[in-house]
């Protein structure tokens, strides 16, 4: 029981400090970065820290010969899900990239009944229910002159996510956290570095405070985030690890309000006071059902 709340724990942490990445990377764009130049520099400092932590836990680099395919298709789609998500900011207000990327949580559910057999509980149905209600009520700001393609991509990044959240729980019981960790972020930086050549607006001639965001970015949200997500998806599924990650987008929006300014309507409020709520059920449940089987023992 002890390890379960664990994962909705670690789950829940991971999705507060991603919940600082768009703020971050904004922060970075002030100062002078481009969006390739970050997304080269934040996957090299995290694969430097997993590297450095794997050499000092002595750790062995050997991925199981079954499961080096599995680890290369999950290392492509955070590649792919990362570049979608990024022309979708460009082509949608970010706002509404955000509502269509948070499609994933429900479209997580759904992979894992179609595809990997499992049973959705009635918890997790009433958690994307109030999800998606209250991140309508958060993000929906405009519906005109929408680009097709920009939605399209952000729902692509959306897929991306669940798939990638299905197969972390089958794959991650055969894969040690910290070296899973460095192989993704090492193909991650060597995509972006090879990518970044053929760009014009690759450079780290930036403002020196935007160094610190990107420390930030880079080892912070990017080391710790993916840290705690797997962690979490390791012990309580990719179905329950999508829903506690709806506490990301409240959590930017209420530090955009606090950093930028932003202004929150009440009916943004109740948004993300609904999000909260279809965050916390799962691990709220769980919490009830333990004192229940506990009390049934004594």
């Known amino acids: 029981m002890a390890i379960k709340a664990y994962g ?18 904004q922060l970075c764009y002030d100062g002078g970065f481009s969006v390739i130049t970050i997304l ?4 090299a400092m995290a694969t430097v820290i997993f590297l450095a932590v794997a050499l000092i836990k002595k750790l062995d680099f050997t991925i199981p010969k079954a499961e080096r395919r599995s ?7 955070t590649v792919f899900g990362i570049t979608a998500l990024f022309f979708a900011f460009a082509l949608l207000p970010a706002a509404l990239a955000i509502l269509f990327l948070y499609a994933y949580p429900s479209l997580t559910a759904l992979v894992a ?5 499992q049973k959705l509980s009635k ?7 109030f999800s998606a209600v209250g991140l309508v009520m958060l993000y929906w700001t405009s519906a005109a002159a929408l680009s097709i393609v920009g939605i399209s991509l952000a729902l692509l990044a959306a897929l991306e996510q669940s798939i990638k959240l299905n197969l972390l ?10 070296t899973y960790n460095f192989f993704i972020m090492l193909m991650a930086t060597v995509v972006f570095f090879l990518v970044a050549p053929f760009t014009h607006d690759f450079s780290l001639a930036v403002e020196p405070k935007a160094w610190i965001y990107a420390v930030l970015l880079g080892v912070g949200v990017t080391v710790l985030s993916n840290f705690f997500m797997t962690s979490g998806v390791n012990i309580i599924g990719a179905v329950d690890a999508g829903i506690i990650f709806l506490a990301e987008p409240p959590t930017t929006a209420l530090l955009a309000f606090i950093i930028f300014a932003d202004q929150l309507s009440p009916g943004q409020m109740v948004g993300g006071m609904l999000i909260l709520v279809a965050a ?19």
């Open 8 to 25: 909705y724990l670690a789950t829940f942490c991971g999705a507060i400090i991603l919940g600082t990445e768009a703020i971050l990377a």
């Open 40 to 43: 080269a520099v934040r996957y």
């Open 71 to 77: 680890v290369l298709i999950l290392g492509l789609l």
């Open 113 to 117: 009944k179609l595809f990997f057999h």
């Open 123 to 129: 918890v997790s149905i009433i958690a994307l229910i």
């Open 169 to 178: 729980e089958k794959h991650l019981p055969n894969l040690n956290l910290i």
């Open 280 to 298: 916390a059920l799962p691990p709220f449940c769980h919490i009830l059902n333990t004192k229940k089987r506990l009390k049934s023992a004594n």
